[in-house]
């Protein structure tokens, strides 16, 4: 459990670091819709991550 979270917790801090990153420049709408997509394809990862970590 340890090292999945760990992994998680990194992603996560790389993930809103490349978005403060793509806000600070003027997001296109081309931008945030990869970023939008982006969400929903890590939406479903997310819930489920959510989930395990709230059963263990």
Known sequence: MGK???EYQMRR???SLKLKRAY??????????????E??????TLSMLKRS???T
Do not use: N, T, Y
Request: aromatic share 0%; hydrophobic share 30%; no cysteine.
């Open 24 to 37: 600070s420049e003027k997001p296109s709408s081309e931008h945030l819709e990869a970023v939008d997509d």
């Open 13 to 15: 801090r790389l993930q």
């Open 53 to 55: 970590v709230v059963i």
């Open 4 to 6: 999945k979270h760990e």
């Open 39 to 44: 969400r929903r394809s890590q939406g479903i």
